[in-house]
T-cell receptor, first 114, second 110 residues
Framework: EAQVTQNPRYLITVTGKKLTVTCSQN?????MSWYRQDPGLGLRQIYY???????DKGDVPEGYKVSRKEKRNFPLILESPSPNQTSLYFC?????????????FGPGTRLTVL | GENVEQHPSTLSVQEGDSAVIKCTYS??????FPWYKQELGKRPQLIID?????GEKKDQRIAVTLNKTAKHFSLHITETQPEDSAVYFC?????????FGTGTSLTVIP
């Protein structure tokens, strides 16, 4: 089944404790992206990747890191989480050729930073 | 960067009526405009999209229109049904980056 998976789905942590949220897709998509969703703010892009070893900042990259060592995986790293990073996080992927294509979203990761 | 504004934030319609959601964008370089539907507790899912070289696109009860000169695009849902109740997000893609509106909560009253 074609899908985007994220782990964990729920995470409660404390300020300053490094964490990683994994994202994996099995559709051989070039483009992968991370978003955070906050009430009243919609979805905001954190980082995106056009392909392996190619990553770029989105609209709200501060406090986050990403890597793209393999085409299928795009982990989101919070090296020193703070309470303002409490949010719902979505990973998404799409084909990326000469034109845009549908982004497929993962199920979301609800993160709480105390 | 790009700025996408979406209105209204909430919308209630009677079943069978039409619903219209409007978005404006600021960056004339934006050239792809998808619309997503997000049901409560679920992930966003694409319902329709339009590219900048097209003025209108329709898929059954859903249509999107784009006015590049005025920098606005709209989602039209006809013959609304209770299962259309959800939050709808517009987005604009500039370069390889996506910018989303703040969402419209649509309620279809049976």
């Amino acid at each position: 089944e074609a899908q985007v998976t994220q782990n964990p789905r729920y995470l409660i942590t404390v300020t300053g404790k490094k964490l990683t949220v994994t994202c994996s897709q099995n559709m051989n998509h070039e483009y992968m992206s991370w978003y955070r969703q906050d009430p009243g703010l919609g979805l905001r892009q954190i980082y995106y990747s056009m392909n392996v070893e190619v990553t770029d900042k989105g609209d709200v990259p501060e406090g986050y890191k990403v890597s793209r060592k393999e085409k299928r995986n795009f982990p989101l790293i919070l090296e020193s989480p703070s309470p303002n990073q409490t949010s719902l996080y979505f990973c998404a992927s799409s084909l990326w050729g000469s034109s845009y294509n549908e982004q497929f979203f993962g199920p979301g990761t609800r993160l709480t930073v105390l | 960067g790009e700025n996408v504004e979406q209105h209204p934030s909430t919308l209630s319609v009677q079943e069978g009526d039409s619903a219209v959601i409007k978005c404006t964008y600021s960056d004339s370089a934006s050239n792809y405009f998808p619309w997503y539907k997000q049901e409560l507790g679920k992930r966003p899912q694409l319902i329709i999209d339009i590219r900048s070289n097209v003025g209108e696109k329709k898929d059954q009860r859903i249509a999107v229109t784009l006015n590049k000169t005025a920098k606005h695009f709209s989602l039209h849902i006809t013959e609304t049904q209770p299962e259309d109740s959800a939050v709808y997000f517009c987005a604009a893609c500039s370069g390889n980056q996506f910018y989303f509106g703040t969402g419209t909560s649509l309620t279809v009253i049976p």
